[in-house]
């Protein structure tokens, strides 16, 4: 785990900037997100103080939503859409590739700590279904072949 | 000089827009070609993305699905006979597809650049907020009830209801919020519009602001849709820059303003309550209604929520009066519909149209039947909650009451087609397993049953005697009851409609022999 503490003067500037803003919660967590990559543990209490909520409550928002990670990301995140529309064009299949070739689950990091996978339902591409986020980047009419191009272009990037 | 236009769409550059453009601009400098390239939003006719306009004396001529490689190509015959070209689609709006649309909504799709005010106000743009500033808020209100619209989200509520409760809900402050969290499998209307229309939300936004007597607003957008998030913002600064929003919103004398706030990946934030507790800063957890949003909605105060599609339609309304808008439509559905094809089908894109055309028009006409070629086996129609639709039933038409009489609906207008490769009994199952994971744990039908739900399907696909599948059969038929009259909202309350309608249709992927006839 690396130092936390060296997150805390973002943290300190996205509190400054967004205390007073109602309902500040939300934007706070994206913004710490968005600058650490993942939302630090003593992150938690300074929230909490800053807002005057309880700790339980911020890590009850934190747990609630999909988006919100406690521990630092992968170099790379792969968002496979596993909704109704991209299902019927074959994203289990795609899925299936993806378990196969990282040795990984729905949810896990590859060994290497190079690429994460995470469901998504819903990246509104459906007209060109299968689609993929990969690092915000949307991919659409994915085939089996550009998949594993893409996965292929992390992973190599990662070993020089 | 070429004017050339290619979107900027974000799913026009995941098949490869951006690569288009970038040969475009290599390869003309090469040739010292003179090009003026402008990046348009989406024509929605995905199929053909990516998707090369040249604007020419007698319209736009298009070329696609391109890729970077078709360039230099494409680029030979434009100097010659541009028509020659084996990607040639003649004049765009010429294309059927196109052309029998009725674009209301959708009217600057694929036209326009979505960040130029010009481009905007050359197709009409503020000309509603004008006219809802020069009407006032009782009559701007009173247009939108006449216009007979209704929320475009899923339960069609008559939009200038709740319009007036929130305007005579007392003094002091309220607000206006735009549900853009309707993540719907199956549904990019949403999306296009706020990537490609930006400036269309925000007037509607203004005319509902000044209307009812709020001055903020918030759009709540999700987290999935990042390019749409990004063109907002930016719109925000341009309107707010050009007095359409502010201390003095459109030249009105009164101050409305807007912000955007971001969703965090919480499928039931989508539901107006539970987004109205997510924008205080909390979990989204549902709210039990009454009180109704519109008296005590966000903060505690008179809230008027609605979606992208109903706030966008308001505009033309206004513009172009209400009886305009009555003009199209079916019954009690009137205006247009922007619905949206998607899954397993051929030309998938978007098609608007007024209520009122058939099922079977919009999945074989339009989307040309499946992508597979493979035989079609239903489309599910709503989005994760809507039922599964067989093709018996393709020749209902597109309207709230028709859809409600068959135990279907048509939510948020998205229609995902399935051939006869999907198994049913999965889709079931993922549509209870769904619930599960984004059940905000409120009601016991929706956090537990759906759970029960999961292992049910489970039991029953793996039981080996047609006896024991029966009995969990009915478990699951029970369930689905439950699910639908205990739930606090959609969420429980409409998943039993996938499950149910599958069950229903296609009892033989559940391995049970029962037909319809017998239930």
Known sequence: MPDETLHLPLIH???EREKDTPGALLPILHAIQDGAGYIPDLAIAEIAHALNLSLAEVRGVISFYHDFRTTPP???????????????????????????????????????????LRPVYCLGACACSPALELDGRLHARLTPEHLRDLVNGCLEEGSC | MLRLCIPCDSVARAVGADEVADSLLREAERRQLPIELLRTSSRGLYWLEPLLELEGPEGRLGFGPLT???????????????????LALGPVEEIPYLKSQQRLLFARAGITRPLSLEDYRARGGFE???????????????AVLDSGL????????????????????????????????EGDSGTFADRMLMEGDP??????????????????????????????????????????????LGANAGGSG?????????????????????????????????????????????????????????LASVPIILARGAQFYRDFGMGRSLGTMPFQLAGNIRHGGLVERAFGLTLRELVEGYGGGTASGRPLKAAQVGGPLGAWVPPAQFDTPLDYEAFAAMGAMLGHGGVVVADDSLDMARMARFALQFCAEESCGKCTPCRIGSTRGVEVVDRLIASTNAAAREEQAELLRDLCDTLQSGSLCALGGMTSYPVASALKHFPADFGLQTSEADQ
């Open chain 1, 74 to 116: 992968a170099r790379h995140t792969l968002r496979l859409c596993r909704a109704e529309s991209c299902q019927s064009m074959g994203a289990e299949r795609l899925a299936a590739q993806l378990r196969e070739q990282l040795e990984l689950d729905d949810h896990g990091t590859s060994a290497d700590g190079q690429i994460s």
């Open chain 2, 68 to 86: 970077a490689a078709d360039v230099p190509s494409v680029l030979d015959a434009l100097a010659g006979n541009a028509g020659s070209h084996p």
């Open chain 2, 254 to 310: 009164r101050a409305f303003d807007l912000d955007v706030r971001v969703g965090a990946g919480a499928y039931i934030c989508g539901e107006e309550t539970a987004l109205l507790d997510s924008l205080e800063g909390k979990r989204g957890t549902v709210r039990a209604k009454p009180p109704l949003p519109a008296l005590q909605g966000l903060f505690g105060l008179p809230t008027l929520v609605h979606n992208v599609l109903t």
């Open chain 2, 128 to 142: 509603g907020l004008d006219r809802a500033i020069a009407l006032g808020g009782e009559a701007t209100v009173a």
């Open chain 2, 150 to 181: 209704r929320g475009r989200g899923g339960a069609a509520f008559p939009a200038g209801i709740k319009w007036r409760t929130v305007r005579e809900a007392g003094a002091g402050q309220k607000y206006v919020v735009c549900n853009a969290d």
């Open chain 2, 199 to 244: 400036f269309l939300l925000i007037e509607g936004m203004a005319i509902a602001g000044l209307a009812v007597g709020a001055s903020m607003g918030y759009v709540y957008v999700r987290s999935e849709y990042p390019d749409a998030i990004d063109t907002l913002n930016q719109a925000l600064r341009i309107a707010r820059e050009a007095g359409y």
């Open chain 1, 13 to 15: 500037s996205v509190l």
